[in-house]
């Protein structure tokens, strides 16, 4: 499966951005599909994950009641709905998928990635 992040940019502290993951190549309705971010000079973390069915989604303190993730199978597309965004949400923000279809806040669980979208929140 391929998968295509968009939908970054430059945007003020406490507005909204949603951002999109397509996948081609196969359908996405099997997989677990999660957001990671990187922010420069740092590691890789954990957004949120959403497992096969959307029964489940998880979502660290950072981003928690703040962010929202969603699928529609249909377009095959998974999105990122970040509202009140902070200086310290700034990175490239990358969609992965799981094929097992539970998810997880490992990064290693993941085989397949977006190339990534710069998300740019300035104070």
């Known amino acids: 499966v391929q998968l295509q992040a968009s939908g970054g940019g430059l945007v003020q502290a406490g507005g909204s951005l949603r951002l999109s993951c397509a996948a081609s190549?196969?359908?996405?309705?099997?997989?677990?599909m999660a957001w990671f971010r990187q922010a420069p000079g740092k590691e890789r973390d954990f957004v949120s994950f959403i497992n096969w069915s959307g029964s489940r989604t998880y979502y660290p303190d950072s981003v928690k009641g703040r962010f929202t993730i969603s699928r529609d199978d249909a377009k095959n597309t998974v999105y990122l709905q970040m509202n009140s965004l902070k200086p310290e949400d700034t990175a490239v923000y990358y969609c992965?998928?799981?094929?097992?279809?539970?998810?997880?806040?490992?990064?290693?669980?993941?085989?397949?990635w977006g190339q990534g979208t710069l998300v740019t929140v300035s104070s």
């Open positions: 992965a998928a799981d094929a097992t279809g539970h998810g997880s806040s490992n990064s290693r669980q993941y085989p397949y």
């Open positions: 190549g196969s359908t996405l309705s099997n997989y677990a």
